[in-house]
């Protein structure tokens, strides 16, 4: 040991010095803990790096959803904004009822009509100061080639068309919703200074486009049955109303008509939209309204379902509503009833019941005793099955006390082509309680797929002393009708039927 000692101490090593391996071992172990020093470092960086792109990325996102929050609350098109404010709700309200009866089909209430129709029209363009929008399927006013055949008929349609044509030197802009893709009118309109948008209602609903309203300056409106065709003026029996100085409900209908007017070059109906086509009112939120000093509860509805945003009612649901709330009668006026939804294919046609209106009916007339009358036009259109579901309906009554279904078919005796020309193109309800005015028949495919609109008007006290309420015209327009020559019972028109040959199975075809 002594020696080894010796050995050592003889090569100059001290006694106490480290082996080498431990010197080699300590360095490692400082290299190591700087190295880790360092990628700790690195990686807090690259972290706080990550962070920070995650935080930008965050903020662009919050920054792109509060853009798009920005133009869902304002009019892309720059317009002044519609929301509803005490300054511009105007409650005291002025309703009109209009009518086209044709000359060669005299019928009046108790000796007095009611305003014609075209007239109503033109007093609308003549009260316009800023802004005419319209909403109709058809657009046939201007019909020259018409003269021939009828020979004073078109004048009411050239007039009016003429007026619209008249409206840019006024410098009133006047907007067009309308599913024509090559209407020459349309066209004509728009060199005239008018801004016309399509509904391609095929690619979205495969359906048409029935909605037929007018919103005038936000503050009156015109809703009905008439559509922009000189027979609407003149050869066809149509029923509507005229609201003046109403901008609460005005400014409602407007946001439909931008409803419409945002589907130009859509095939698809988007999942977000403006609130600028939220409805304002709804069934269970109606505006109160002083209509003629009657104080009443109002809104629109509309159809299909995906063509009502937000709080928006559909109009099968306004429909079953005002006969849900009847309790003493129920009087319809609609050129078709068929509670059937009906689509074609090449070599095949499928029907399935269609209950919800039907339904609603039997369920007034059997559980609630309420008296309903129904006028159904009949022309060479009408669908066989509607008198099935018709007879069904009166069957539910056989041996029931306090039960009452009526059933009539107005038919202008000198009709003998399909032409919907003389045809009541009436869509209306009247109960003691509510009226609902409407653009389309009865017909579940209707409902199902084509775009219409219905207005709900139901006074507070309907029982009020005084003069005529909405409700009483409407009431007496429909006895009026019924009591007619022209209103004929189900047995008679079935037997009428049996000598058209036509009871093949058809699918209602598009109103015009």
């Known amino acids: 040991m002594a020696s080894e000692g010796n050995g050592l101490r003889g090569r100059g090593e001290p006694l106490h010095a480290p082996f080498q391996s431990d010197i080699y071992s300590h360095s490692a172990v400082q290299q190591q803990e700087y190295s880790a020093t360092i990628w700790l470092r690195s990686r807090e960086k690259l972290e706080k790096s990550q962070q920070k792109c995650i935080a930008i990325f965050a903020l662009l996102c919050c920054f792109a959803v509060l853009v798009a929050l920005l133009f869902s609350t304002v009019d892309v098109w720059g317009e002044e904004e519609d929301g509803i404010t005490e300054e511009n709700c105007n409650r005291h309200c002025r309703i009109v009822l209009v009518e086209n009866i044709p000359e060669d089909l005299p019928l009046s209430v108790d000796g007095a009509t009611h305003v014609p129709l075209s007239a109503g029209l033109h007093s609308l363009l003549d009260q316009a100061k800023h802004s005419v929008e319209v909403v109709s399927p058809v657009w046939n006013l201007n019909s020259w080639d018409q003269e021939t055949s009828w020979p004073n008929s078109a004048k009411k349609g050239q007039h009016l068309f003429q007026t619209l044509l008249q409206l840019k030197s006024r410098k009133v802009k006047l ?94 109906i988007p999942s977000i939209w403006s609130k600028r086509v939220t409805a304002l009112y709804g069934r269970d939120s109606p505006v109160t309204l002083y209509l003629n000093d009657t104080e009443v509860t109002s809104y629109v509805a509309t159809s299909p379902e995906l063509f ?105 005796r000198d009709q003998v082509d399909d032409s919907p020309s003389g045809i009541n193109h009436n869509k209306y309800m009247v109960t003691d309680s509510a009226v609902y005015i409407g653009n389309q028949d009865w017909v579940g495919s209707e409902f199902a797929y084509n775009a219409a609109t219905g207005l709900v008007i139901r006074p507070t006290n309907p029982l009020r002393e005084g003069g005529a309420t909405i409700l009483d015209h409407l009431k007496a327009v429909f006895e009026r009708d019924w009591h007619s020559h022209y209103a004929k019972s189900l047995h008679a028109t079935v037997k009428t039927n049996d000598g058209n040959k036509h009871r093949h199975l058809r699918q209602p075809q598009v109103k015009v």
């Open 175 to 268: 907007k067009i919703a309308s599913s024509l893709l090559d209407s020459a009118e349309v066209k004509k309109l728009a060199e005239h200074g008018a801004e016309a948008r399509y509904v391609n209602m095929s690619a979205l609903t495969k359906g048409e486009l029935h909605s037929t309203f007018w919103v005038v300056d936000r503050s009156h409106i015109f809703i009905g049955s008439a559509n922009m065709d000189w027979r609407s003026l003149s050869k066809r029996k149509e029923l509507g109303v005229i609201l003046y100085n109403c901008s609460c409900l005005a400014i409602d209908l407007h946001r439909v008509f931008s409803f419409y007017w945002q589907l130009q070059h859509r095939d698809y």
């Open 308 to 412: 009502c945003p937000k709080d928006r009612a559909r109009d099968i649901d306004a429909i079953q509503d005002v006969i849900q709330q009847a309790k003493s009668f129920i009087y319809i006026s609609v050129t078709d009833y068929l509670p059937l939804l009906i689509r074609t294919s090449p070599g095949s046609e499928v029907l399935r019941y269609w209950s919800p209106i039907d339904e609603t009916i039997r369920e007034a007339v059997v559980l609630r005793g309420v008296k309903v009358r129904m006028l159904i036009s009949y022309w060479k259109q009408t669908n066989p099955l509607t008198f099935n579901f018709i007879m069904s309906l009166k069957s539910l009554c056989m041996e029931l006390a306090n039960c009452s279904l009526e059933a009539r078919f107005f038919s202008r």
